[in-house]
């Protein structure tokens, strides 16, 4: 048995709530950012980059009471090559017990003509900002902005600055998802051995998975040297993603025979943030996702499943348990008393207090006389719908008849709660989810367009809950929305409404187009 406290250790950078929700659509509320950073902070991440908090008021909140709350995790915020940014970062993670500063400029050829900086007057800002965040912080992260199509005489010159000027962790992006694994590893290699104290600081990893080797990329960079990646959970991020958190951690846990290093992270904990990232930020984990997809460990085919049923390890490198996923899929039912519940829940990742058990029991009865049978992915899903019908918002669905079938034309009668007060309209339309929708823009008149509407069943068979995702568009603003129902028609109006409540939130944050996040990322200035 290999002794693993003495394997170096890589520690985990989680950015979910920076990288990730910087993904179009998966804003999350300052409740919902404040629950993934206790999540993440009591599963052992050894950093959490919590947000950008120059970017808008929210940002800097949610930044700074992440900080005030995190017990153990380092409170890490971004900031760009500037003054203004650095200091607005230093404001909001200052509370934390340890907080870190994490600046950067773009330094490809491509990016440097963005602030239209030479190579000089770019090292000069890459000195003066360093030093600044340093005078204020004594926990400070360097990232030289698309590093991977930077020329490499530069980049040795510009992390050799930013290590003088007091950085201690310096990380290496593929900002767009480029590299290749031996490429990211000889990256690191070259930067060792070429870069004057390059020994005295931490390199980590950042990478994008356009070309689907975000985790290759990043494990290759660790047998080559670097100590700290960064990643996010069910590897939310722009575009194709980033390295998945869950991918990097399992991958060390089990191929430690060939990558002997450890993290500090409890991994039984993966399913429960999975879950609650998914449920929060309205990006669905794809079915066949590496370790917390739904058929990460389902076994199909006859030969399969004989083999599971008589050694687990003929087809399975690690066991759902490792994860968190509970092996038995104990049905529950109609006469499934509160402590059945609870301890089911409990086992499923979800430790509710007794008022919230109380509120989750009404409606598991509810769903129980809908459907014979409750699995597991049911009471996931219910929980998934509680975490997104909030009391407080100003739209709530709170009667829908519809009528459907091959004659006459297809009508709903609904009734939707508006800041408190009732309003009911008839609406027509193709077929009954039109005709529901088009109900709800009667009532709440509005400009969003709809850019997704997707529909899966949780669990099979024709009684089976769906899960409705919905995601809009207004003025450049995305939110996206979800529910479950076993009735499709319900649980795409209640994501249809929820969705329209994260937009009117979003709508308060920020003028049309004022996201620093998506407009001005890239300047430097
Ligand atoms: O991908 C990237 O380059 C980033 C930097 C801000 C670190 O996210
Ligand atoms: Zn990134």
Partial sequence: MTDKTTQPRVLIFDTTLRDGEQSPGATMTHAEKLEIAALLDDMGVDIIEAGFPIASEGDFAAVRDIARQAKTSVICGLARANFKDIDRCWEAVKHARRPRIHTFIGTSPLHRAIPNLDMDQMAERIHDTVTHARNLCDNIQWSPMDATRTEHDYLCRVVEIAIRAGASTINIPDTVGYTVPRESAALIAMLLNRVPGADTVTFATHCHNDLGMATANALAAVEAGARQIECTINGLGERAGNTALEEVVMALKVRNDIMPFRTGVDSTKIMNISRKVATVSGFAVQFNKAIV?????AHESGIHQDGMLKNAETFEIMRPTDIGLSETNLVMGKHSGRAALRSKLRELGFELADNQLADVFVRFKALADAKKEVYDDDLIALMQDSGTS??????????LRVVCGTEGPREAELTLTIEGVDHSIDATGDGPVDAAFNAVKMLYPNRAQ?????????TEGTDAQATVTVRLEEDGRISTGQSADTDTVVASVKAYV????????????????????????????
């Fill in 293 to 297: 997809g739904k058929n990460a460990f």
């Fill in 390 to 399: 909030e009391k407080h918002d100003t739209l709530q669905v709170k009667r």
């Fill in 450 to 458: 709809l850019q997704l509407y997707q529909v899966s069943a949780v």
């Fill in 498 to 525: 929820n969705a329209l409540n994260r937009l009117i939130v979003r709508r308060t944050k920020s003028a049309p187009g004022s996201d620093v996040k998506s407009v001005n990322y890239r300047d430097a200035s």
